[in-house]
């Protein structure tokens, strides 16, 4: 697993939260771009982040 797989899923987690029902045949696939969207974010500003 890459770091922007653990980010994607952890953001994919967030994302369907609260809900009852989450099937990747019903739409789901919007949840997963969103993920990966995040996690190419995050990525991108821990690239651009000082070093501590």
Known sequence: MTLRD???AK????LIQGRELF???A?????VDA???W???MLKSRESA???
């Open 6 to 8: 653990y980010f994607a």
């Open 11 to 14: 953001s994919l987690a967030a």
């Open 23 to 25: 099937l990747p045949d």
């Open 27 to 31: 739409g789901g696939d919007k949840y």
């Open 35 to 37: 993920a990966y969207a």
């Open 39 to 41: 996690a190419d974010q």
């Open 50 to 52: 000082p070093a501590e």
